[in-house]
């Protein structure tokens, strides 16, 4: 009960209100602005915690078999081997020898499941933890973490989407109806800086700041006219720019600060250097990072392509949690690597792997994940899930356990329907604690 709701208490007959409903109504406001109060300073709390979470999308749905659930030895396994890792029992594919390196702080899930075997709605699913529907435009991950714990007076973007293409720059899943103050800020190339980020030549702070006041009292008269709802997404970009363009904090996107020997140990490809962007950029204060890494779509030449693709994802994700680990951050830091779905386990004609969204593998690190652990089984072939099934569901509660977010949250959208951050399901909590 809101302090608005205490001049609306209920009157008898004649218009006036009895002590007993005075009373009641006040302790019923009480309480209703103490959870309001609480709900504040919960908010409050988790943006001090300086949570982060990084998610690497492998787009195309990489093949289980060859990342972290091989099958050596079986028809359905193929050519590909396994080996070793940091921890004893645990064997992923053989171009992962990075990643086997750092077992001991990465968890795998081998017995994730998608409902969706089609790949723009299973990477909308992975994304905002529901299908594709008309009329709703459901916000992603990264809108929805960092509209919950980001900084409220952050100067760089809240959540930064590196490559991924038919995801940011013009792909259909954003910030939805959370708007666009926490849309992706999408860089394809971490390699140069972020375009139009200086002041226009000849032109200063003061004459700048001119110019927005200018555009704000033009918008003004806009949005007296009836034009609120577009002037309020307007002001959101152009602040968000303007912060931007003058924050002393723009260097984090600058890779020419870092050496030579680190940037080759992260792979000099697009991949690499954005998960070496990523690290720079929680460590500035970004709260959410995506980096995408295309191409995983084998349904032909699967095991070249899948060896390929692995070399550049295993220097990165693997570089990324020892450094986060060495300098202190990788508690912090929420590591999701994942694609939408997998790969069959029939190896096809053209020596290749089609769609299977029964059964595939994710790894996570950080945030409070305990490594070392592998949670859920397949087949010998691979074909089901022989214990612990995980659902998109449950992967967006335990994000949000790792993260202090209430999953049962509901956002309301611009027509006043109530969302939930999370539909169903709930954490994994065989990756957390001891």
């Known amino acids: 009960m809101t302090a608005q709701s205490l001049m609306q208490v209920r009157t008898n007959h004649d218009g006036v209100v009895s002590r007993r409903t005075f009373l009641r109504s006040l302790a019923a406001g009480a309480a209703g602005l103490g959870l309001m109060e609480t709900l504040t300073a919960h908010a409050q709390e988790l943006r001090r915690r300086e949570m982060a979470c990084i998610l690497l999308f492998m787009g195309g749905g990489p093949s289980q078999f060859e990342t972290f659930d091989p099958k050596p030895g079986h028809a359905n396994g193929g050519a590909t081997t396994a080996i070793d890792t940091a921890v004893n029992g645990i064997r992923i594919a053989s171009p992962w020898t990075n990643v086997a390196r750092e077992m001991n702080h990465i968890a795998l899930v081998r017995s994730m499941s998608n409902r969706e075997g089609e790949h723009q709605r299973a990477t909308y699913l992975m994304h905002t933890g529901y299908l594709p529907v008309g009329g709703v435009r459901f916000p992603t991950l990264g809108s929805i973490v960092a509209s919950e714990i980001a900084p409220r007076n952050f100067d760089l973007p809240s959540f930064v989407g590196i490559g991924g293409r038919g995801i940011f720059g013009g792909g259909s899943i954003g910030s939805g109806f959370l708007g666009t103050r926490y849309a992706p800020f999408a860089i394809?190339?971490?390699?140069?800086?972020?375009?139009?980020?200086?002041?226009?030549?000849?032109?200063?702070?003061?004459?700048?700041?001119?110019?927005?006041?200018?555009?704000?009292?033009?918008?003004?008269?806009?949005?007296?006219?009836?034009?609120?709802?577009?002037?309020t997404d307007h002001r959101a970009y152009v602040n968000g720019a303007a912060n931007l363009v003058r924050s002393p904090r723009l260097q984090a996107f600058d890779l020419s600060r870092e050496t030579a020997a680190t940037r080759d140990r992260y792979g000099r490809n697009a991949?690499?250097?954005?998960?070496?962007?990523?690290?720079?950029?929680?460590?500035?204060?970004?709260?959410?990072?995506?980096?995408?890494?295309?191409?995983?779509?084998?349904?032909?030449?699967?095991?070249?392509?899948?060896?390929?693709?692995?070399?550049?994802?295993?220097?990165?994700?693997?570089?990324?949690?020892?450094?986060?680990?060495?300098?202190?951050?990788?508690?912090?830091?929420?590591?999701?690597?994942?694609?939408?779905?997998?790969r069959t386990p029939r190896i096809?004609?053209?020596?290749?792997?089609?769609?299977?969204?029964?059964a595939f593998s994710i790894a996570l690190a950080?945030?409070?994940?305990?490594?070392?652990?592998?949670?859920?089984?397949?087949?010998?072939?691979?074909?089901d899930i022989t214990n612990r099934p995980v659902g998109v569901a449950d992967l967006f509660c335990t994000v949000c356990h790792s993260l202090g977010i209430d999953p049962r949250k509901e956002n309301q959208t611009p027509i006043g329907r109530p969302i939930r951050i999370v539909d169903g399901g709930n954490h994994v909590r065989e990756l957390f604690g001891a």
């Open 348 to 358: 096809n004609g053209n020596n290749g792997r089609d769609h299977y969204p029964r």
């Open 271 to 342: 991949f690499g250097q954005g998960c070496l962007l990523a690290r720079r950029l929680v460590e500035t204060g970004v709260t959410f990072v995506e980096v995408g890494l295309n191409g995983w779509d084998t349904h032909q030449n699967n095991f070249d392509r899948s060896r390929q693709l692995s070399t550049q994802a295993d220097a990165g994700f693997a570089n990324l949690v020892r450094d986060l680990r060495e300098r202190g951050r990788l508690d912090r830091t929420l590591i999701i690597w994942t694609g939408e779905f997998g």
């Open 188 to 231: 394809q190339n971490p390699d140069q800086m972020p375009a139009n980020v200086s002041l226009p030549t000849g032109t200063t702070q003061a004459r700048f700041g001119r110019r927005l006041g200018l555009m704000q009292d033009l918008e003004r008269d806009f949005a007296e006219s009836g034009g609120q709802a577009r002037v």
């Open 366 to 383: 950080g945030g409070g994940i305990r490594g070392g652990r592998v949670i859920g089984s397949t087949s010998a072939g691979g074909n």
